[in-house]
């Protein structure tokens, strides 16, 4: 079967920095997705890897091991705002999403 | 631009009944996509289109169906609604191509008693 494993909750302090991990097993791989939803809201894209290593964004990276099945999402100088659920997703060999269950982040003061 | 709209945003239903959720988009994507998000799930793909006139299965297909009509549109029909189906639905569209970035509409929560 297909699995994507995330972490339920974490919780950070606000201008720390915070690594989410998500690791997965797919009937083929064609490229890893980081979305974030806000609660009530939609989710929308952050960030994409299809190659090995890290993708830089602003205050968010992502980075990819296919060897290892595995990818997280890096968020630095952490904000109020970045408090929401981050879903990450891989794209299988039929080019559907499989995605994972999502990993909700608590910002602290 | 409005993007990718979904009407209602919400609806009680009784067991049994049955409703259509819209999603409409004015980004001119090929790709259409039903999705359902439950507690401690992931997005789980109801069905998909990969264009005017088509229609596909995804994971979870039973109980819905679909019809794409017209380019900008997705409908989602539940003929008789169980407690099961109880969810919040998501509409997405995509252009295709290799980064493929899904773009949601803001959801509908349904209840079904």
């Known amino acids: 079967g297909q699995n994507i494993d995330q972490p339920t909750e974490m919780t950070a302090t606000e201008g720390a920095i915070v690594q989410i991990n998500c690791t997965y097993q797919?009937?083929?791989?064609?490229?890893l997705f980081w979305y974030q939803q806000h609660a009530g809201e939609a989710p929308t894209f952050l960030s994409y890897?299809?190659l090995d290593g890290l993708e830089e964004k602003g205050r968010f990276s992502s980075f990819l091991s296919r060897s290892k099945g595995y990818s997280y999402l890096l968020l630095k100088e952490l904000q109020m705002k970045d408090s929401a659920s981050y879903l990450c997703?891989?794209?299988?060999?039929?080019?559907?999403?499989?995605w994972g269950a999502g990993t909700k982040l608590i910002i602290k003061p | 631009n409005a993007g990718v709209t979904q009407t209602p945003k919400f609806r009680v239903l009784k067991t049994g009944q049955s409703m259509t959720l819209l999603c409409a988009q004015d980004?001119?994507?090929?790709?259409m996509y039903w999705y359902r998000q439950d507690p401690g799930m992931g997005l789980r793909l109801i069905h998909y289109?990969?264009?005017?006139?088509?229609?596909a299965k995804g994971e979870v297909p039973d109980g819905y169906n679909v019809s794409r009509l017209k380019k900008q549109n997705f409908l989602l029909g539940l003929e008789s609604a169980a407690p099961s189906q109880t969810s919040v639905y998501f509409c997405?569209?995509?252009?295709?191509?290799?980064?493929?970035?899904?773009?949601f509409g803001p959801g509908t929560r349904l209840l079904v008693l």
């Open positions: 980004m001119n994507h090929e790709y």
């Open positions: 890897n299809v």
């Open positions: 997405a569209t995509s252009s295709g191509g290799d980064v493929e970035t899904q773009y």
């Open positions: 289109s990969v264009g005017e006139g088509t229609t």
């Open positions: 997703a891989v794209r299988d060999s039929n080019y559907q999403l499989i």
């Open positions: 797919t009937s083929g791989f064609n490229g």
